[in-house]
């Protein structure tokens, strides 16, 4: 990897990190050398690899903006290309849920700009070649049913969702048999939700993981990114998108809006049912935590179209197993259960430095250990000597400098950090220390804020301890 990073920059590499790579098997790097950085992505898959070279060169040269590829290794198995940040329009959701300003009239206007290149990607396929697509050429019968079946195998079985397996097979066939008769000429993404679109800075977006694309009906992406589960896109938006498509659909070509919008709620259904094949595989049985997050949104997204939409075709026993899905008291208890074991649980200690550092007892070697000797000592006076920082005297000794609050505000920065990336990547312990000299005042304090902090803004398990009073 070095090697191509060096022949293809001219410079060697200072820095590589290993990146999340969510729910794909292929495996990121971000290299860094003296002027020049990239992403390096490493794939056993030459297919898939030889998909995504060809698209990316076929949208770049159709104005679209995703990732520039800069070079490929002999065997195609890894390959470099342009690094577009770390900003997803998933993560700008969290940060403006965290913001309480969750699809306010900048997102919505973002999300029309989405939509807007949306149609321009599936309008662009004219004249691709489809037999580099992989692993289909087109979005037909057989993928339909790839779905359908990774729905029945991963997520019905894993979840203990009952169902008659004949009754189940007769309406997938209706459901195969009229969903193939939708026109499928454009060019269908595949994956269009918003963990594969990027924000630059400036809130120019990019597209990234279309190596999974080829032929197929416009009424699926848009059905992927209304009704991203992660995405918790509230329903008044939802409907509001979905006519800003209709509409600037049909300067395009003719459309029945209620037609489209009946055969569209169908292939959300199935979007649905293929993404929890995903949860259930990903989820409930490699463990992966933000899989199974994900199926509390799923259900309420089929519970609602359930409850409010008329779908086009009958198919009754199908019907039955979506309301089972959503009425599972056993998927409950299993997910309850998951979440509990797999949730993070952060130790917070307060210490003496005298007496030495907290034992880790996790077995992950310890972690945050902050210095609290450099902020105001309260045990410097004789009224202090006999209370502790978890005492309405010392906590308003403290109100009077604000070091106290600057130090913690870093604090909660950096620790935050850590939090959100251990909680993503499945961890399950964080110890963080704060020593002083005695152990009594300043580091408490800390320990109590950092403790409060934790359980005000995150759902994770906390447990505070103050060593040097337990003894």
């Known amino acids: 990897m070095e090697k191509l990073f060096e022949k293809w920059s001219g410079q060697r590499s200072v820095d590589m990190v290993r990146m999340s790579a969510h729910g794909s098997n292929r495996v990121y790097y971000r290299i860094k050398g003296s002027t020049k950085q990239c992403l390096a992505a490493v794939n056993g898959d030459v297919r898939e690899n030889e998909a995504f070279f060809y698209y990316s060169d076929y949208f770049k040269n159709k104005g679209i903006s995703v990732p520039e590829v800069y070079a490929v290794s002999d065997d195609k198995t890894m390959y470099l290309l342009e690094d577009l940040g770390d900003t997803t329009l998933y993560d700008y959701l969290q940060q403006k849920k965290a913001d309480n300003a969750s699809f306010d009239d900048d997102t919505i206007a973002i999300y029309k700009r989405v939509i807007d290149c949306l149609l321009k990607i599936q309008f662009s396929g004219c004249d691709i070649d489809y037999s580099y697509s992989y692993p289909r050429e087109a979005f037909d019968s057989q993928s339909i049913r790839w779905d359908l079946n990774y729905f029945k195998y991963n997520f019905l079985k894993l979840a203990y969702i009952p169902f008659d397996e004949q009754l189940l097979e007769n309406d997938f066939d209706t459901l195969v048999s009229y969903l193939s008769r939708i026109d499928s000429a454009t060019f269908l993404y595949r994956d269009f939700q918003s963990r594969n679109i990027m924000l630059s800075a400036d809130n120019d977006l990019y597209f990234i993981d279309y190596q999974g694309g080829r032929r197929g009906p416009l009424h699926y992406d848009l059905a992927s990114l209304l009704y991203d589960?992660?995405?918790?896109?509230?329903?008044?938006?939802?409907?509001?998108?979905?006519?800003?498509?209709?509409?600037?659909?049909?300067?395009?070509?003719?459309?029945?809006?209620?037609?489209f919008e009946q055969e569209f709620y169908l292939f959300v259904l199935l979007r649905i049912m293929q993404a929890m094949g995903a949860y259930g595989y990903r989820g409930l049985y490699e463990g992966k935590e933000h899989f199974v997050k994900s199926i509390a949104h799923a259900r309420s997204n089929m519970q609602w179209i359930l409850k409010n939409k008329t779908l086009p075709v009958a198919v009754p026993h199908l019907d039955t197993v979506w309301r089972a899905i959503v009425d599972s008291e056993v998927l409950d208890q299993k997910v309850a259960t998951f979440e509990q074991s797999h949730m993070l649980t952060v130790s917070v200690n307060s210490f003496s430095f005298k007496r030495g550092y907290p034992i880790d007892v996790s077995g992950n070697g310890g972690g945050f250990v902050f210095d609290c000797r450099a902020l105001p000592n309260p045990g410097r006076y004789p009224q202090y000597k006999h209370v502790t920082g978890k005492d309405r005297e010392v906590i308003d000794f403290f109100k009077n400098y604000s070091e106290m609050d600057e130090f913690l505000n870093l604090v909660f920065d950096i620790v935050s950090r850590s939090v959100k990336r251990y909680q993503e990547r499945g961890f399950t312990s964080l110890q963080v220390n704060f020593g002083c000299t005695g152990g009594q005042h300043r580091s408490v304090y800390c320990a109590e804020n950092m403790g409060r902090y934790l359980r005000d803004n995150y759902n994770c398990n906390v447990v505070v301890r103050h060593l040097e009073q337990e003894k």
Do not use: G
């Open 229 to 259: 589960a992660k995405a918790e896109m509230p329903i008044e938006v939802r409907e509001q998108l979905l006519s800003y498509y209709i509409d600037n659909l049909s300067q395009l070509l003719p459309v029945d809006a209620k037609q």
